[in-house]
């Protein structure tokens, strides 16, 4: 009887599954960082090159 308290209980919490939702929450937050910011790092020296390139001339 005490095995199926310990699986009924396992059964009804909810801190894993609520750990994993963060986690991928996390993942996906990450990713999305990571690709604005290199997108922003790539325009931002194209601009100045453009800048350089006027100068120079």
Do not use: Q
């Not at 991928?24 to 290199?38: D, E, G, N, Q, Y």
């Amino acid at each position: 009887m005490n095995a199926m308290n310990k699986v009924r209980r396992f059964l009804a919490n909810e801190d894993g599954p609520t750990a994993v939702e963060y986690a991928v929450m996390l993942a996906l937050i990450l990713v999305a960082c990571i690709a604005i910011v290199s997108n922003l790092g790539t325009t931002a020296n194209s601009t100045f090159n453009a800048t350089n390139s006027s100068m120079a001339s």
